[in-house]
């Protein structure tokens, strides 16, 4: 099967994230691909691919990223003429 430049790469980046992590059908819908054939692909992998994916730095794991807050000052809302005079 002849793939064009892209392909290969997207393949090989699938088989380097592992089966688990990728949905072959959202996979084969983004190479243009039948889905029986990217199953082959990655069942019976050809040596190609198998370099590429071993030759592909490792994706780092997302770090959590904390947002600087700052403290708001809480102002009471003055509320119009209150008669507290009257009270007992």
Same mark, same amino acid.
């Given at each position: 099967?002849?793939?064009?430049?892209?392909?290969?790469?997207?393949?090989?980046?699938?088989?380097?994230? &592992?089966?688990?992590?990728?949905? $072959?059908?959202?996979?084969?819908?983004?190479?243009?691909?039948?889905?029986?054939?990217?199953?082959?692909?990655?069942?019976?992998?050809?040596?190609?691919?198998?370099?590429?994916?071993?030759?592909?730095?490792?994706?780092?794991?997302?770090?959590?990223?904390?947002?600087?807050?700052?403290?708001?000052?809480? $102002?009471?809302?003055?509320? &119009?003429?209150?008669? $507290?005079? &009257?009270?007992?």
């Amino acid at each position: 099967m002849a793939l064009n430049n892209r392909q290969p790469r997207r393949l090989a980046r699938a088989l380097k994230t &592992g089966h688990c992590k990728n949905s $072959v059908k959202s996979l084969a819908a983004e190479l243009c691909l039948d889905r029986a054939a990217v199953l082959d692909l990655l069942r019976d992998t050809p040596l190609n691919l198998v370099m590429m994916s071993a030759a592909l730095p490792d994706e780092p794991a997302p770090t959590l990223v904390m947002l600087e807050t700052l403290p708001i000052e809480i $102002v009471p809302e003055e509320t &119009g003429n209150v008669n $507290v005079t &009257g009270l007992r």
